[in-house]
């Protein structure tokens, strides 16, 4: 339950072929995890997707902070020589009363216009500035090629996980939607 897809397992030699399918990933990210979370009730979205991981709200709120840090980073790369990659501390963010308090749908909005800001500047770069690098504190030196399948593994993994507790809980969409309306 906790990894759905597996861990990521890196391309070997990633090329254009592969960027073009982890864009395409990226550019469904919000759409996919709005349609996994947009129809639960409250209290389903403070439902672990495991027993002892993260309520639903949780992940959504994560991924926005995780992925606009990647965002980061990876500018970064672009703009400076191999820079240190900050981190933080994902467990601790997940507790603080942002997460609790905010909705689904404010971190949704934001990943929504995070994705389409990160393809314009993915669509434009060229093949040696995938080659730019940085260094990541919990993955050692990485390629921008190696963060961009990152970046889109990591959204798929978490839709994975709530498709999972949807499956557990018996919910497809058109369910979740009726006993929202109930």
Sequence with gaps: MRFPLGRLVPASHPGPEDRQRWMQDIAGIAGTLRSEVGQLTSEQLLL???PGGWNALQVVHHLADSDFNAFIRFKRALTEEAP???TFREDAFAELADYRDTPAEVSLFLLDALYKR????LRRMTAEQFQRTFTSPSHGLMTLDQAVER???HGRHHIAQLQGMRTRMGLSPAIAENQAQA
């Design 118 to 121: 990160f393809l314009a500047l």
């Design 151 to 153: 970046f889109a593994w």
């Design 48 to 50: 672990p997707y495991r």
């Design 84 to 86: 240190l990659a900050g």
